[in-house]
């Protein structure tokens, strides 16, 4: 887990149950909820304008599009349940008042949404050098 489930219902959280296919996060949703996973497994869709660059699959523990939490910005994503799944869900305001008493959170994020970062950024550019060489194949053809 990465953060205690026991202390996030200390804060308020609440676990909800998804079904195979409902939505979690909807792409242009306002952020006010953290998400961490404890049962199941959900797709993460990122997106460019309308059209998806990057589909993550994560599973138990992992945190939930947590890095929107930190600015005004709508969801560029959206994550979806693949199996049904148990998610833990804390309130924003609570969330950051979890972190004020417990410092030690920031970098467990910080290292959680670094990892996150790499793996996308090692992904696009898989993506994209494939797409370069597809290009020059169908100019050599």
């Known amino acids: 887990m990465l953060i205690d489930k026991k202390l996030l219902f200390e804060f ?7 079904k195979e296919g409902d939505m979690i996060v909807e792409k242009g949703d306002n952020a006010k909820f953290y ?3 404890s049962r199941g497994s ?5 997106f460019n304008q309308e059209e998806i660059i990057l589909e993550t699959s994560l599973v138990n ?3 939930l599009g947590e890095s929107f939490l930190f600015s005004e910005d709508c969801y560029s994503i959206a994550i979806q349940a693949i199996e049904d799944c148990d998610v833990i869900r804390l309130e924003k305001i609570n969330f950051f008042n979890l972190l ?4 030690y ?8 949404m670094g ?4 793996y996308q950024f090692i992904m696009m550019q898989y993506f994209s050098i494939n797409a370069v060489r597809e290009e ?4 050599e053809v």
């Open 12 to 18: 308020g959280a609440i676990q909800k149950t998804y």
């Open 35 to 37: 998400f961490q996973l």
């Open 42 to 46: 959900v797709r993460r869709d990122n």
């Open 61 to 63: 523990g992992q945190s």
């Open 100 to 103: 004020e008493m417990h410092p």
């Open 105 to 112: 959170l920031y970098l467990i994020l910080c290292k959680c």
């Open 115 to 118: 990892e996150k970062l790499i």
């Open 136 to 139: 020059e194949i169908f100019e």
